[in-house]
């Protein structure tokens, strides 16, 4: 089966910010988010949302200035999958958790049902996740040079 990110679990974010950090620990140095934009077919702007986040939680850090751009804080056999996926995933819990529909006694239940359920499968997952690190997920990967995608960036 081809992999797609259409069929992926977990937050829309955490494939592009695992593609993302791998790129910055394949660099070994700082990168700016058009270049990794360009690495991980995706538009600069977004991706800047991503490694945002990233910050936030630090496992990337920013650099200003003229030679500025993005560095891997954690190094990548100590940083998990885990780790990235709680740090993209906490976006969506701040904006994705109150409904406006009103379902009445039913749907309140069965929406109380459905939460439970799935908390306890991201458990499962975030447990499975701490599992890897980046350096595993890196490993035996040919990633060629560094190239820089003009249609991804601004």
């Known amino acids: 089966m081809k ?9 829309p974010r955490f494939g592009i910010a695992v593609h993302a950090l791998v790129w910055l620990a394949n660099s ?5 988010s058009a270049v990794i934009a360009g690495q ?4 600069s702007t977004f991706l800047r949302r991503v490694l945002a986040l990233l910050t936030q939680f630090g496992i990337v850090e920013a650099r200003e200035g003229r030679d500025g751009g993005y560095y891997l804080k ?3 056999d100590r940083l998990t999958l885990a780790d990235v996926y709680i740090a993209v995933k906490s976006e ?23 939460e439970r ?8 997952t975030i447990t499975w996740l701490k599992r890897y690190t980046l350096a595993d997920l890196m490993q035996g990967i040919d990633f060629g040079p560094l190239t820089n995608h003009p249609t991804c960036n601004e």
């Open 3 to 11: 992999p797609s990110r259409i069929n992926q679990i977990g937050p």
């Open 74 to 76: 954690i190094p990548a």
């Open 92 to 114: 969506c819990t701040e904006v994705c958790t109150e409904s406006d529909v009103d379902c009445g006694e039913a749907g309140k239940q069965l929406d109380y049902a459905l």
């Open 117 to 124: 359920i799935m908390s306890e499968a991201e458990d499962q």
């Open 40 to 43: 991980v077919n995706s538009h």
């Open 28 to 32: 070994g140095g700082v990168l700016s």
